[in-house]
């Protein structure tokens, strides 16, 4: 059997692709392997790498061999360029895939297609956009089984438009799931949130729902990110996972050690700056904050910054959960806030009407009198 530790190897299958080895298998290849290895439910299918040379003799051989062994029936080739599906750039639509490929002629053009794809108009502004015009990236192909889905689509396992990591989001339809990904029909929406479905309406019913949260918090927890994840339940309702990548457009959520949840407003607009600050200009911030606090007789260290303070993204936030905790302060924050917008004051009613907002008896500062 072929393995990916040699550089010179054209065409592997998906069972013996070594996930880590991306430089020869691609991104997309490489995800679907961990999968594979995981013991996750995903279609057999081999992988022609970035090593194959022309698609003519011995290596066309060996893929029509390849594809025989799969039953010669239907297939999906898709790209799984170098540069694909990291946790930084998903390259998302930017390469071809070709569905329903039947028969040795038209899976070969299949594969060509998707290697050409790598030099389409699209692809390359997109590399220019991400910083990866300087990159050599090469194009591997991932021919799979086809399923035949009575459902399908693409599960986020944190909300991609309101960034909450404690909801996951389903879009599917009946049939082929390509036409949620292109955004072609109105998929059915399915937001969920930790618990048990209970009764929905659309394609897929409670409990496919569940098996797809129990599945995305199992491909989260072993990439250590939120997951942007194909699937489909073929016509025996089998839960079939075909693709598994980085959310790439979510904001980063702050880096602090700090307990329980937090509250933090966006405070760079208060200084004029609609922008991410610079490095630098963040340090300036954090330091002319603590100046501030401590000629209000309360503690901080300039050259460490006020913990209050905290840069996510290059924007800066406030920390405003202790003030949200206290009771002396809840009742006057919401009026307080008008002053940034209506909206302002109306999330964070919001906030102070969550339970984990509690009362806490000591002040922000740990001192009531510096609190007042």
Known sequence: MATTSSSAVPLVTLAEVDPAGIALVGGKAAGLAEMIHAGERVPDGFCITTAAGELEGDLRRQIVDAYERLGADAVAVRSSATAEDLPHASFAGQHETILNVRG?????DAVRRCRDSLGS?????YR??????????????VVQRMV???AAG????????TGTRTE????AVAGLGDVVVDGSVAADHYVLDGRPAGRVEGCLHPAQLDRLREAGERL???AGSPQDVEFAFDRHGTLWLLQTRAITTLFPLPASTRPGPRVYFEAGHMQGMLRPFTPMGMSVMSVATALYVRSIGMPADPFDGHPGVVGVAGRMYLDLTSWVRYGAARAKLPEAMKIYGPRVAT?????????????CPAGPTGCGSRSR
Do not use: C, K, W
């Open 347 to 359: 999330a964070l009613t919001r906030v102070l009407d969550d339970p984990a907002s509690h009362r």
């Open 148 to 150: 035949e889905p009575a």
């Open 128 to 141: 220019e956009a991400g910083g990866f015009d300087d990159t050599p990236v090469r194009m591997a192909v």
């Open 220 to 222: 989260q927890q072993r």
């Open 121 to 125: 108009e699209r692809a390359v502004a």
């Open 104 to 108: 040795a002629d038209a899976l070969i």
């Open 168 to 171: 996951m989001v389903v879009d």
């Open 154 to 161: 693409v599960l986020f396992t944190a909300n991609p438009i």
